[in-house]
């Protein structure tokens, strides 16, 4: 009885099926995680593509000033000592005097906020003297004390007007020099030399103050934002009490990372009870800026590479398993006519519709899902159409070549082996 069970063709036909139908099921969720992978690779690819394109275009921003051979630091004037203005200035003054005499160093300049050092910036609000208005309407702006020879030092372009020199000290009139931005915010199509501006705070309003130049603009932020409206003051004449640090900024003739233990030595000789901090040349101060940028960026797509080659594996592992199901099948359309070229067509077909469903269902994602990046784009919409084209392509191209090797499998199958078998 039990032989004849085991033998009995009805038996055998239900067993069968329901090996197909498991076999087949098994299928389906192979290809359904594979097209999961291939849409979170398109989300990832995406974003990561668009962060790259964005940190190409900032590399690509004059950031004002010039970033060869520049060495900048800062230190504070705190103690009794310099509880006057006249003995910040002679002390700064002295540093710069000290620093200059450095061989090797071209030009040393002093100023209290260094661009993209990521220092806090200090603001203050000011009206034009021929337009009075309340503190509450009145424009603010970056408020920057220089040294002589700032511009010159740092490669600031000055773009109309004169820089300051050593005749704009304390007590001398008044003098200023405003960032373009500023310039053309106040008086846009004029030139804004030889107008006057006081600050509007009565604590520090030191009296009309005559603008002598016009400064180019400078990321004094980050490279992503536009300057902000700035007024400069000779060191001599700030007006803000509570401005007790200051930076030296000191072009060389060459690298000046060998000069600084020497320049440290000249400004300590001065004070050895001053702490010099910040120490950084202009090119780091740049990558600085750029380094969580960069980190994000470099993450994303690492965890893209990652999804690409797991999607590139789960196409493979799918086509190679439908190939070792059908290879009776591929051998007896081989034996009925049908051309190597065919079988691989058929197969390669089969991992593209797998590609284009994931690449379909991952784009629609990403529409939406990039919306999220738009705070973190420069120089390009959430919707880039190079980057919605170009990843498409490029993981059509991974799933053809994925799909590839089984499809050549496909058409070494022996139509003999295949007839004998069945």
């Known amino acids: 009885a039990l032989r004849a069970s085991a033998n009995d063709p009805a038996d055998r036909l239900k067993s069968g099926a329901g090996t ?3 076999s087949k099921s098994h299928a389906h969720m192979r290809q359904a995680l594979v097209i999961s992978q291939l849409a979170i690779t398109v989300v990832l690819l995406i974003g990561g593509g668009l962060l790259i394109r964005s940190l190409t275009k900032v590399l690509t921003v004059d950031p004002g000033f010039r970033t060869d051979n520049v060495l900048t630091f800062s230190f504070w004037m705190l103690g009794p000592r310099f509880q006057q203005f006249s003995n910040q200035n002679t002390f700064v003054l002295n540093s710069i005097d000290k620093v200059s005499r450095v061989a090797g160093v071209e030009s040393v300049a002093a100023i209290t906020q260094v661009p993209l050092s990521q220092t806090g910036r200090t603001t203050i609000k000011f009206q034009p003297v021929n337009n009075p208005m309340s503190e509450a309407d009145a424009p603010s702006a970056d408020y920057r004390a220089i040294s002589p020879g700032y511009f010159e030092t740092m490669g600031v372009s000055l773009l109309v007007g004169r820089s300051f020199s050593d005749a704009d000290k ?8 405003v960032n373009h931005r500023l310039a053309s915010m106040i008086w846009p199509g004029q030139n804004a030399v030889g107008r006057q501006v006081r600050w509007t705070a009565k604590n520090y309003d030191v009296g009309p103050m005559t603008i002598v130049g016009v400064a180019g603009d400078v990321h004094a932020q980050q490279l992503e934002t536009q300057d902000e409206p700035a007024v400069y003051v000779p060191y001599p004449q700030r007006s803000l009490p509570f401005l007790r640090w200051v930076s030296l900024a000191v072009r060389t003739k060459a690298d000046p990372i060998p000069l600084w233990p020497e320049i440290r030595s000249q400004v300590l000789a001065l ?10 040349t202009t090119k780091v101060l740049v990558e600085s800026s750029l380094a969580e940028r960069k980190f994000n960026a470099w993450l994303l797509v690492g965890f893209a590479a990652s999804a690409l080659l797991l999607s590139a594996v789960g196409i493979y592992g799918v086509i190679s398993y439908g190939v070792s199901q059908r290879a009776k099948e591929f051998g007896i359309r081989m034996a009925l006519g049908a051309r190597s070229r065919d079988v691989m067509q058929l197969v390669l077909n089969r991992g593209v519709l797998l590609a ?27 919707h880039d159409p190079a980057t919605f084209v170009g990843v498409p392509l490029l993981l059509g ?16 199958v022996s139509p003999m082996i295949a007839i004998r078998e069945e």
Do not use: M, N, Q
């Not at 304390?170 to 020099?177: C, L, S």
């Not at 284009?356 to 959430?382: E, Q, S, Y």
């Open 20 to 22: 197909t139908s498991g």
């Open 397 to 412: 191209f991974v799933a053809v070549l994925s799909s590839y090797l089984p499809a050549r499998r496909a058409t070494k």
């Open 271 to 280: 004070d050895a009870e001053r702490p010099l901090y910040d120490v950084k």
């Open 356 to 382: 284009l469903a994931g690449i379909a269902i991952g784009t629609l994602v990403a529409a939406f899902a990039t919306t999220l990046l738009r705070k973190f784009l420069f120089g390009l919409g959430a």
């Open 170 to 177: 304390e007590g001398a009139p008044r003098v200023v020099i």
